[in-house]
Structures are given as C-alpha cells and as structure tokens.
C-alpha cells in the first residue's frame, strides 16, 4: 500500500468548472507539496504546506493533518489547466531514517475540455 | 536567480554504455535529490546528498547506479552498462539546508530523459 494515495486518477471536466483533487497519507508528514507535471515536460511545484490553507491565483490547497488529508482545488478551470498534479509527501526526520524525501501519488490526469 | 540545472535534457545511449546525468542545484542549496520516472509510472525517489555525502540511497538499484554531489560542480547521477529497463525521465530537485523553511521547498529541474537502444 502506497503511503500517499490520490483521486480520482483521471478527470475530465468542461471549461469553467470547478476541479477537486484528493490526496491522502498514511503516516506523518512535515510537509505537503503539490506539482504539477505536462505530458513530456518538466515538474513545477504549486504548493507546499504544513498546515491550514494556500492560494496562488485560481488554484487554491489545503490541508487537514488530523485527517491526513489534503486538497488541490481549480476555480473557473481553463484548458491550459490539462495536464498530470501529484501530491508528495514530505516525511518526518525519523521516517524510514531520512529527511526529506517525497513520496509521491500517482498523479491525477486532468483534462480540461472547451 | 537560475532555477535547478539539469543536462542533458534527452540522451540516448546504447546496451552496455554508461549514462551520466548532472544536476546543478539552485543557489544556496545544498540538499540534491534524484527520482526516476519509469514510462507510465508514479516519481521514485531514488537517493539524497549533501555536499560530498549521501544522506539517504534507499531508492537506489543495488547495482549498476551511483550518485555523487562534491564540493565543486554539479551532481552526477552515474548508470553503468545501461539496459533497456533504465530507460526514464531522471528528475532532480533541491532544496535550502533547513527543512523547516517551509517557504522555500523543492525546486525540480527539467528533467534528462533517458533512452536505452
């Protein structure tokens, strides 16, 4: 079983929409990044959190450590938006011995549609 | 203030050749990470260094792969004799020395796809 699990694993949604992505975690995290990834292309961070709530323009994160939970939300969603988000989790110093390391989901493909 | 280098960005190599990666992190930082990206695969982490030591290569084939970050210059991720199963996107990420600067996380580089003929 994958530490950091996501869905859905693949979202079509019309222009305009409003876009949900979850992650879960299974054991405790220091942080909670967010990427994005173009087919072929390179990885751009979007976020990364610790706790309560970030935005950067239409994309907005947020996270429930209780729940060991965390969403990735789209407004008014656009075609350019079309493209692989994966979450990470950054864990704890004492797990696994290591520092910072991410492990990742398996990405969510999202395609946006006109 | 460039971001994480990576070169090069594709290079192809035949059986049995070796692949070197290199990867120059941002300015003033000195945590490197690599992962790998298999075809139609999830991002593994595959090892962690500091200047001139390993920190964590859990993720590392037993053989074959070796990495190294020293003093000077960038990074290399070294694949000996390559076989058709190491072709990936190899991935590199840094980061600032303290982990607890949440505000400025990893950075990835562009990526080096691999291609083993």
């Known amino acids: 079983k994958n530490e950091v699990e996501q869905s859905p694993q693949n979202l079509t949604a019309q222009e305009g929409e409003f876009i949900t992505i979850n992650c879960s975690y299974s054991v405790g995290i220091s942080a909670l990044h967010w990427l994005q990834q173009h087919p072929g292309g390179g990885i751009v961070s979007l976020f990364m959190l610790s706790s309560g709530k970030k935005k950067h323009g239409r994309l907005i994160a947020t996270i429930n450590i209780q729940e060991k939970h965390s969403s990735l939300h789209i407004t008014a969603s656009h075609p350019r938006d079309s493209a692989v988000y994966i979450c990470?989790?950054?864990?704890?110093?004492?797990?696994?011995?290591?520092?910072?390391?991410?492990?990742f989901g398996t990405g969510t493909l999202l395609a946006v549609q006109p | 203030n460039a971001g994480v280098m990576q070169n090069p960005r594709h290079l192809v190599r035949r059986r049995g050749q070796e692949a070197r990666l290199r990867c120059s992190p941002m300015k003033g930082h000195s945590h490197v990470y690599w992962y790998r990206q298999l075809p139609e695969e999830g991002l593994k982490f595959m090892v962690y260094?500091?200047?001139?030591?390993?920190?964590?290569e859990s993720g590392m084939p037993k053989e074959r792969f070796s990495a190294e970050f020293p003093k000077e210059g960038p990074s290399i991720l070294r694949i000996q004799q390559v076989v058709r199963g190491d072709s990936a996107a190899y991935f590199c990420?840094?980061?600032?020395?303290?982990?607890?600067?949440?505000?400025?996380?990893?950075?990835f580089g562009s990526g080096t796809r691999l291609t083993v003929v």
């Open positions: 990470a989790g950054q864990f704890n110093m004492n797990y696994g011995g290591a520092t910072n390391k991410l492990i």
């Open positions: 990420a840094s980061s600032p020395p303290n982990f607890r600067q949440i505000n400025y996380g990893y950075t």
């Open positions: 260094l500091q200047k001139e030591n390993i920190i964590d």
